[in-house]
């Protein structure tokens, strides 16, 4: 995530909240750090999905050193719920889980295919193998 310096970004413009609310941006604006005057694209799906009193709000209630992960974490929500309303990002955790699951089908057809033309000895050897590399 950016990190601006004080009220302003690098170069002296308002954070994207306070751009988008058309306002001055304050000393203590609680937004400047994490959403300077370039990343406005980044923080504009946030009012929209969560409200931007709310989202002050949970800046406010958090340690500083948890504010930039949290910001990037309603980012990316935010982002994934517009695209997807209905599941938000679990239902991209949910395409990936069944891209997982496919891939681990065809790599078990796969297996059993090589089976078909390698010795029993040298699948029970390629098994063994195979463990031990997956082992952490």
Same mark, same amino acid.
């Given at each position: 995530?950016? /990190?601006?310096?004080?009220?302003?970004?690098?170069?002296?413009?308002? *954070?994207?909240?306070?751009?988008?609310?058309?306002?001055? *941006?304050?000393?203590? *604006?609680?937004?400047?750090?994490?959403?300077?005057?370039?990343?406005?694209? /980044?923080?504009?799906?946030?009012?929209?999905?969560?409200?931007?009193? &709310?989202?002050?709000?949970?800046?406010?209630?958090?340690?500083?050193?948890?504010?930039?992960?949290?910001?990037?974490?309603?980012?990316?929500?935010?982002?994934?719920?517009? /695209?997807?309303?209905?599941?938000?990002?679990?239902?991209?955790?949910?395409?990936?889980?069944?891209?997982?699951?496919? /891939?681990?089908?065809?790599?078990?057809?796969?297996?059993?295919?090589?089976?078909?033309?390698?010795?029993?000895?040298?699948?029970?050897?390629?098994?063994? &193998?195979?463990?031990?590399?997956?082992?952490?």
């Amino acid at each position: 995530m950016e /990190r601006g310096e004080g009220n302003k970004s690098l170069r002296g413009k308002p *954070c994207a909240a306070c751009k988008q609310q058309r306002k001055k *941006c304050e000393e203590d *604006c609680v937004f400047a750090p994490y959403f300077l005057a370039e990343s406005q694209q /980044r923080f504009a799906m946030l009012p929209h999905v969560y409200g931007t009193s &709310n989202v002050g709000n949970i800046l406010k209630e958090l340690d500083v050193s948890q504010r930039e992960e949290a910001m990037k974490t309603l980012a990316y929500q935010a982002e994934a719920h517009v /695209r997807d309303p209905v599941h938000g990002c679990m239902g991209f955790i949910y395409n990936l889980e069944e891209k997982l699951e496919k /891939r681990k089908m065809d790599v078990q057809r796969a297996k059993l295919e090589l089976a078909k033309y390698i010795s029993p000895e040298k699948i029970s050897e390629f098994m063994q &193998n195979e463990a031990q590399h997956n082992q952490p």
